[in-house]
Every structure is written in structure tokens, then in C-alpha cells.
């Protein structure tokens, strides 16, 4: 394992600066459309469009619950796919929430539209062209969005994810509490050599083509490592860990030890109902929500 896979780059805060420089350069310039079709008595749902860096135009689904509020917010940061769907009836009797589609992905993949597997190295040679560069930055846009609308109490809004939802949580402090799973960022120089499942192999697959490009790649992915970003977050923050491997409690205890803020583990089960509800139940207590457990209590 070389200096170069695990050292914070020396110009990070300056690369991250940049960023937050170039999104304030551009307006929100939000839209709100109202879906007929998803809205009923238990929420009203929105297409929404906001600008971020390039410019480009990005897509999101917003709920908000009937009533006056305001109430809790929770943005799902994009997953690693194309598709992100419509929030869950569970969450948006409960919360405004905000499904986020980053640059690529559908319903935000004009002019661009991301390849899957391909996305996860496009650009990656250089910090400055690699494409997750434009994603986090479509990501604090939703988040500065969702902190800022009167609808939502301020001072209970969650975000859940994977590595996109720590990175954001650290850049914009607004959040009350952080969820994450699944991170594919951590300790990726790494994992790589620990796994053939995408979308790590397409790290793999990368270097197997450019073998001359290694250290690039290496110093590219420290920026976007949540280790190195995790000490800026202010929320309590729920890891979802594995029993072992590159999922478990070892492989993440340095991350784990980057926090600043508090961080409790759950143990995934990997029944599904289960580490839902466990999860759901955790998320509505810190955001004073009722939980909507998916498993019927038996007498």
C-alpha cells in the first residue's frame, strides 16, 4: 500500500474550496412541477430541476407531507446506478424529502448520460476532469436546496446514502443526522485488490487498460475518500457494516476514527425487512418522526 492511496492530498481543502466557489457562481434557479400521478392525500410530489456546475441541469423528485409544517427533511443522495426512483409512501408521509439525480443519471442524462459500469473512471486520470468532481457538486446543490425551503424545520433534516452522503454532510453542516451504507470510495486502492464486484472491478478494468496510470488514479480517488472528509461532519452519523471482510467493523474502524462527531454502527442482518425497520426506527427517533416498520408485529 503506497503513501499515494492513503495520504490527504496536500491541496484537498483547496480542490473542495474550488468547488463550493464554482457552484456559488451559478443560481439554483430551481423549478417545481406537481406529479398528479404520485401526489394523493398523503403528499404532494414535485419534479424539480436546479442548476449546478457546467452548468448543468439536474433532476430530483421533492415530497412534501399535507400540512402547514414544517416538518423534517431527508435527502436520499444518488445511488451508483442509472435509475433512482420515487420516495417511498413511508417517507413522504414523514418528511419532505428530496431523491437526488446527479448529472448522468436519468432524468438529469441530457447532454449527458452516464454509462454504467463506465462512470466510475470517467475522467479519472485528473482530480480536475473526473466526473464524481461535477456529482459531489450536484449533491451540495440539492442539500443547500432542501436546507432552504420553508417547509422544512431546519433543525431536522437527515441525509442517507453512501459515500456521496458523508462527503455532503461534511461540506454542508446543516444536517441533523447522516445515514450511510455501501460506500464504494473508502480505501478503494484497496478494496480493489479484494474484490472482482463491480463497480470496484471497473477500477480493475481501468488499470488493467492503463497500467501506466495507477498513482493518477490513486491521487485522484484520495480527494474523494470519506476519510478524508469525515471530520467535518457535525451530525450523528449511523454506519451500516457487514459481519466481515469489506463490509465489516475492522475494515471501517479507520474510518470510524476520522469522525469528529458521533458515529454508531448497526450490523447488517441482510434481512431486509429487518435492517429496514432497525434503521427506519433509529432515523425517525432522531428526527422526532413516528417509524413505519415494514414487519407486522405478531401477538
Same mark, same amino acid.
Given at each position: 500500500? +503506497? %503513501?499515494?492511496?492513503?495520504? !490527504?492530498?496536500?491541496?484537498?481543502?483547496?480542490?473542495?474550496?474550488?468547488?463550493?466557489?464554482?457552484?456559488?457562481?451559478?443560481?439554483?434557479?430551481?423549478?417545481?412541477? !406537481?406529479?398528479?400521478?404520485?401526489?394523493?392525500?398523503?403528499?404532494?410530489?414535485?419534479?424539480?430541476?436546479?442548476?449546478?456546475?457546467?452548468?448543468?441541469?439536474?433532476?430530483? /423528485?421533492?415530497?412534501?407531507?399535507?400540512?402547514?409544517?414544517?416538518?423534517?427533511?431527508?435527502?436520499?443522495?444518488?445511488? /451508483?446506478?442509472?435509475?433512482?426512483?420515487?420516495?417511498?409512501?413511508?417517507?413522504? %408521509?414523514?418528511?419532505?424529502?428530496?431523491?437526488?439525480?446527479?448529472?448522468? %443519471?436519468?432524468?438529469?442524462?441530457?447532454?449527458? =448520460?452516464?454509462?454504467?459500469?463506465?462512470?466510475?473512471? $470517467?475522467?479519472?486520470?485528473?482530480?480536475?476532469?473526473?466526473?464524481?468532481?461535477?456529482?459531489?457538486?450536484?449533491?451540495?446543490?440539492? =442539500?443547500?436546496?432542501?436546507?432552504?425551503?420553508?417547509?422544512?424545520?431546519?433543525?431536522?433534516?437527515?441525509?442517507?446514502?453512501?459515500?456521496?452522503?458523508?462527503?455532503?454532510?461534511?461540506?454542508?453542516?446543516?444536517?441533523?443526522?447522516?445515514?450511510?451504507?455501501?460506500?464504494?470510495? /473508502?480505501?478503494?486502492?484497496?478494496?480493489?485488490?479484494?474484490? &472482482?464486484?463491480?463497480?470496484?472491478?471497473?477500477?480493475?478494468?481501468?488499470?488493467?487498460?492503463?497500467?501506466?496510470?495507477?498513482?493518477?488514479?490513486? !491521487?485522484? $480517488?484520495?480527494?474523494?475518500?470519506?476519510?478524508?472528509? #469525515?471530520?467535518?461532519? @457535525?451530525?450523528?452519523?449511523?454506519? +451500516?457494516?457487514?459481519?466481515?471482510?469489506? @463490509?465489516?467493523?475492522?475494515?471501517? %474502524?479507520?474510518? #470510524?476514527?476520522?469522525?469528529?462527531?458521533?458515529?454508531? &454502527? /448497526?450490523?447488517?442482518?441482510?434481512?431486509?425487512?429487518?435492517?429496514?425497520?432497525?434503521?427506519? =426506527?433509529?432515523?425517525?427517533?432522531?428526527?422526532?418522526?413516528?417509524?413505519?416498520? !415494514?414487519?407486522?408485529?405478531?401477538?
Amino acid at each position: 500500500m +503506497s %503513501q499515494t492511496e492513503t495520504r !490527504r492530498p496536500a491541496d484537498f481543502d483547496a480542490y473542495w474550496d474550488a468547488v463550493d466557489r464554482e457552484l456559488a457562481r451559478y443560481p439554483t434557479a430551481p423549478t417545481l412541477e !406537481r406529479l398528479a400521478l404520485p401526489s394523493d392525500e398523503f403528499s404532494t410530489v414535485y419534479a424539480l430541476r436546479l442548476t449546478s456546475i457546467g452548468p448543468y441541469r439536474i433532476f430530483g /423528485y421533492v415530497s412534501v407531507p399535507p400540512g402547514g409544517g414544517p416538518f423534517p427533511g431527508l435527502l436520499a443522495a444518488p445511488h /451508483y446506478g442509472s435509475v433512482n426512483h420515487l420516495p417511498h409512501l413511508d417517507d413522504r %408521509q414523514r418528511y419532505v424529502t428530496l431523491i437526488l439525480m446527479h448529472r448522468g %443519471q436519468r432524468l438529469a442524462d441530457q447532454p449527458f =448520460a452516464a454509462a454504467y459500469p463506465g462512470v466510475l473512471t $470517467l475522467g479519472i486520470d485528473d482530480p480536475a476532469t473526473y466526473v464524481y468532481r461535477g456529482i459531489v457538486a450536484d449533491c451540495l446543490r440539492g =442539500a443547500e436546496f432542501l436546507q432552504s425551503l420553508p417547509s422544512v424545520d431546519a433543525s431536522r433534516v437527515a441525509i442517507t446514502g453512501d459515500d456521496l452522503a458523508l462527503i455532503t454532510a461534511a461540506r454542508r453542516p446543516g444536517f441533523a443526522t447522516v445515514q450511510a451504507a455501501g460506500l464504494t470510495f /473508502y480505501r478503494l486502492m484497496q478494496a480493489r485488490e479484494r474484490s &472482482e464486484a463491480y463497480p470496484v472491478e471497473e477500477i480493475n478494468d481501468y488499470l488493467r487498460a492503463n497500467p501506466d496510470r495507477r498513482e493518477a488514479v490513486a !491521487r485522484t $480517488l484520495a480527494y474523494f475518500d470519506p476519510c478524508h472528509h #469525515v471530520a467535518g461532519i @457535525t451530525a450523528t452519523t449511523l454506519l +451500516s457494516v457487514g459481519s466481515g471482510g469489506l @463490509t465489516g467493523h475492522e475494515w471501517h %474502524q479507520p474510518l #470510524v476514527n476520522a469522525f469528529s462527531a458521533p458515529v454508531e &454502527e /448497526y450490523v447488517l442482518s441482510h434481512e431486509g425487512a429487518t435492517d429496514h425497520d432497525w434503521v427506519d =426506527a433509529w432515523m425517525a427517533g432522531r428526527l422526532g418522526a413516528e417509524p413505519k416498520p !415494514r414487519l407486522w408485529k405478531v401477538a
